[in-house]
C-alpha cells in the first residue's frame, strides 16, 4: 500500500486496449463505492460472477460510437482511477464517469486529474452525480469553483427512463479556450 504525505504528481493518460484488465479492476471498486448510493429499498448487488453491470467500459473501449476516450490515472507505477469522457466531438463533454481509489482521495489526485482530462477538450462540460453521494457533491461543487469560478451551473434532470429513481445532479461548465 502506498500513503501520500503531499499531493503526489498524478500522470492521466489515454487508456489503451492492453490498459482494459487495469479500467476493468477499478470498474469493481467504482460500483461497489457507487453501490452504498442505492434508492431506498433497491438494493445494487454484484453480478453472480462477482462483477457489476459494465456497458459503460464497453462503449468506452470498443462497443461505443467512436466518441468515447477512456484515460487512466497513475501514481508513479500504481494505477489510482480512470475517467470515461463521452461526446468528444460534441459541442458539450460527459464525463461520464469518473474514479479515484480510496487511498488517493483527499490528496489532490481527483482535481489534477480532472483538470487534465478536461483541459484535453477545451469547451463545454457537464457530469452527472447523485445527490446522496456527498463525497460527489462536495468534489463536484469544487471542481466547478476550481475550473470556472462563478461561470458553473448546477441543476437536477430526471434520468431518462427511469422515473422510479432521483433525479441525477448535473454541474455545467466551461473549461480552456474554444
Known amino acids: 500500500m502506498t500513503s501520500f504525505m503531499a499531493a503526489p504528481h498524478v500522470l492521466v ?10 479500467v476493468e479492476r477499478l470498474w469493481l471498486m467504482f460500483r461497489h463505492d457507487l453501490s452504498e448510493f442505492a434508492p431506498a429499498g433497491q438494493l445494487q448487488l454484484p453480478n453472480p460472477d462477482g462483477t457489476f453491470r ?5 462503449a468506452a ?4 460510437d467512436g466518441d468515447w476516450a477512456p484515460y487512466l490515472f ?12 463521452r461526446g468528444i466531438s460534441s459541442a458539450t463533454r460527459i464525463l461520464n464517469s469518473f474514479f479515484v481509489v480510496r487511498g488517493a482521495r483527499r490528496a489532490g489526485v481527483g482535481m489534477g ?3 487534465d482530462v478536461v483541459a484535453r477538450y477545451p469547451g463545454e462540460w457537464e457530469v452527472a452525480f447523485q445527490d446522496a453521494n456527498p463525497g460527489a457533491v462536495a468534489f463536484w461543487r ?3 469553483e476550481a475550473l470556472a469560478r462563478e461561470g458553473w451551473t448546477e441543476e437536477r434532470r430526471s434520468v ?9 445532479v448535473w454541474v455545467s461548465f466551461r473549461y480552456g479556450g474554444a
Not at 493518460?13 to 487495469?22: C, E, G, M, N, S
Not at 497513475?74 to 469522457?85: L, M, Q, S
Open 160 to 168: 431518462p427512463g427511469r422515473p422510479d429513481l432521483a433525479p441525477d
Open 13 to 22: 493518460r489515454p487508456a489503451t486496449p492492453a490498459d482494459r484488465p487495469i
Open 54 to 58: 459494465s456497458e459503460r467500459v464497453d
Open 113 to 115: 486529474a480532472v483538470r
Open 61 to 64: 473501449f470498443d462497443e461505443g
Open 142 to 144: 469544487r471542481v466547478g
Open 74 to 85: 497513475w501514481c508513479g507505477e500504481r494505477p489510482v482511477g480512470f475517467a470515461f469522457v
